[in-house]
Structure formats: C-alpha cells, structure tokens
C-alpha cells in the first residue's frame, strides 16, 4: 500500500463541518461533480473508455481536478466509479455508457459466491497513484475518497447490471440468507480493502455510496445490510478522517444510517434536513440536500430552493446537528449546466455560515 503523509487543513470549512466545527464559510461540493456535465470532461474521454480512464493515474487526477477549477466548490471527489474495485479484483464487468455497469457473469448461487475474488490493495495502484498525484495539485482543498457499500455493489453483481426492482438481489437475501451474508462479507472485505488503501495513500474524507439501499424495508436494511455497513464503518475508524455514509429514497432508513457509524449523514431531497436530524439523531453532521433537477428550474427557484434547505440545515443545527455540508441529494445530472453550478455555489458560500 502506497502511504502518504495526511495533509493537515485545519481551515478547509468541509473538513470543519465535518468534524463538528464552525467553517469560515458554508462548505459545498456536489455528487458526480466530476463528469459529464463538463464539456472538457467529455472532449478529455472522447475514445478512452469509462474504466481505462479509471485506470490512469493521470487522467484521474486530470478529470478530478477540472471542477475544482471551475466552481470553486470545498471539497474535491475522486474521479473513480463504485465498481472500480470489483474489475481490479478480477470481476469480469464494464461500464456501458448510458446503462452503467455491466456484469458478465452474475452472482446467483452459493458456488458463484465462493467463486469471487478478493482484493489486493496493489491491483489498485492506479488509483492510489492518482491520490498521489491529486495531493500535490489540490492545495488546500480537501480530497474525498469513496466505495460503494456492500448492497448497492450486491445489487449490481446479482442483478448484473442497474436495476429498476432489485427483484434478484432481495430474492437471494429472502431465500437464502446464508448465501447472501456471504456475499455481503466478500463484498464487504473488498469496501474495506479499497477504503484502507485510498486513506494509505492520503484521501482527507470518505464516503460510502449505498445508492440503492432506499429500495429496502428499515427490517430488510436492518437485518441484511446494517450489520455489514457497520463493519466498514468500524474498520476504517482508526483513520481519524471524516467518513460519509450516503443513499437514496433513505427517508425511512436515516435512523439505522445514522447507527452504522459515520461522522457525517448524506440525505436525498425527499426529507428536510430539520427533519432527517431527528430520525439520524443529534452527534453528527449532514450533507444535502437540493434536488439536482432544481439546477434545471431557473435563478429565481433555485435561488429560493438554495435558502430553504440553508434555514432548514441551521435549524437542524438548534436540534443537535454537528454541521452541515451543502451538497445535492444525488448526483448532477448530465444536462446540467455548468455555469449553474458555478453560479450556485457562489450563492451557498454568499450566505452567512452557519453558527
Ligand atoms: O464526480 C464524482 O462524483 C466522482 C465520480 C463518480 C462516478 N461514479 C463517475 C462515473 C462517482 C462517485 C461514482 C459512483 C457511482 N457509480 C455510484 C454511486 C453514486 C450514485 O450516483 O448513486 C453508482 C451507483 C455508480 C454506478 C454507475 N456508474 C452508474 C449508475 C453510472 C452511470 C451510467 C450512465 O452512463 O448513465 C456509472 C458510470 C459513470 N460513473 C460515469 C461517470 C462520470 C458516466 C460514464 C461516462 O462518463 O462515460
């Protein structure tokens, strides 16, 4: 494992909100800010595919790099993709553009379970040389690392692809939860193994993206997901940096999110944050949450959008929040345009910092 000596920001305001300080000003940074929404990133990809420019050291650094440049956003996520990891151990997938990931050979019994690989932290030294890179060029901004948590990669690698229902993956975890708790172990030891080696090689923050875990029951996450989220979050603990727990649809999971021990709670657009910190309890801090659609809806809305979720963020402070990191409730949209979000992140940091 590559290892790098921890910057020491004990200004950057996302790293302040994070830790339970008062930043000099609101920290944002928004989902797949690196991407498709930036025309240099789409003339920086023409003909390199999706998982050999995840591959490349430079380009990473290249295409993480290029909205820090543009928005003056607070913080800055690794260029990567969830199931990075999972190729680099030797699963046979792609990522097809416009569909996302692709598996060749999905996960369905318990000889497939036993079959998968394990990760090594060396077959991902491209993307632990691309933090080493990133270190040099980002000053004083604060570098997030990321791994998908282990249901939403469960999700991919049974279903073998996105999914709408998920109806093969909760089909394994009613039918057979022997078979699934493996899997969520192998999966979970891969979580850990990719996370351990980007805070080798000296990410700031973490996060981890359990995209799908909205389409569970709070009994169904709590039985089958919780415990293995937990034992991320419990094994990556002696890092000391601040670490994200982030899904989708989670209105009804927040409290059991909020359990599985991240010193920062991501919420969807579906909860206002004065109410998701009553169900994620008082002790941490929360990151969200505009709709990303509302980036579509024009200055004035987006302007009076931006001051709601302000007011409802300061108000979940009174009630125990720690700090309040302003951030979509999911990824940017592909359409979006960028001088919106630029625009957008000048008026969050316009507004007094919360106290
Ligand atoms: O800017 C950032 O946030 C960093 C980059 C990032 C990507 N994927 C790049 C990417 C991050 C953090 C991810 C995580 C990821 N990947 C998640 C969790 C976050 C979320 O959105 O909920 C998930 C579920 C995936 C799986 C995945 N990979 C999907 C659903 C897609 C989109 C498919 C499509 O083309 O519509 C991908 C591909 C992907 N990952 C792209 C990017 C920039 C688009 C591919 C391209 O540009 O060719």
């Not at 003056?72 to 690794?78: E, K, S, W």
């Not at 890179?133 to 791994?147: C, K, R, S």
């Not at 939403?152 to 394994?172: F, Q």
């Amino acid at each position: 494992m590559s290892t790098h000596t921890r910057r020491k920001l004990t200004d950057a305001p996302f790293l302040v909100a994070a830790t339970g300080g008062v930043p000099r000003r609101r920290p944002v940074w928004f989902m797949r800010q690196a991407g498709r929404s930036l025309p240099e990133y789409r003339e920086l990809r023409a003909g390199i595919g999706m998982l050999e420019s995840c591959f490349d050291p430079e380009l990473l650094c290249e295409i993480t790099m290029q909205p820090i440049r543009r928005h003056d956003v607070d913080a800055a996520i690794l260029f990567s993709d969830i199931v990075v990891p999972l190729k680099a151990a030797g699963i046979d997938l792609d990522i097809v553009p416009g569909v996302g990931p692709v598996v060749a050979n999905p996960v369905r019994t318990t000889a497939d379970v036993r079959a998968l690989p394990r990760l090594r932290a060396e077959e991902i030294g491209a993307v632990t040389d691309g933090i080493g890179l990133l270190l040099d060029e980002l000053g004083e901004v604060p570098l997030i690392g990321f791994a998908g948590a282990p249901f939403t990669l469960a999700s991919y690698l049974v279903e073998g692809g996105p999914s709408k229902n998920h109806e093969r993956t909760k089909a394994m975890m009613l039918a057979d939860p022997e078979t699934w708790h493996q899997l969520l172990g192998v999966l979970t030891d891969i979580t850990i193994e990719t996370l351990r080696a980007q805070i080798g090689a000296g990410v700031d923050a973490i996060q981890l993206f359990d995209s799908w875990a909205g389409a569970l029951t709070l009994a169904q996450y709590r039985e089958f997901v919780l415990p293995h989220s937990e034992r991320v979050f419990l094994e990556t603990a002696d890092a000391g940096i601040p670490r994200i727990h982030f899904g989708v649809g989670t209105g009804e999971l927040l409290g059991a999110m909020g359990e599985a021990g991240a010193d920062v709670v991501g919420v969807d657009w579906r909860v206002p944050l004065d109410t998701a910190v009553r169900r994620v309890g008082p002790g941490k801090a929360l990151q969200g949450n505009l709709d990303p659609a509302v980036l579509f809806a024009g200055p004035a809305a987006i302007d009076s959008e931006v001051r709601r979720i302000a007011r409802e963020a300061d108000a979940a402070l009174a009630l125990g929040a720690t700090g309040h990191i302003f951030n979509l409730g999911h990824g940017v949209l592909p359409n979006t345009d960028p001088a919106v979000i630029t625009d957008t992140v000048a008026l969050i940091h316009s507004l007094p910092s919360p106290l």
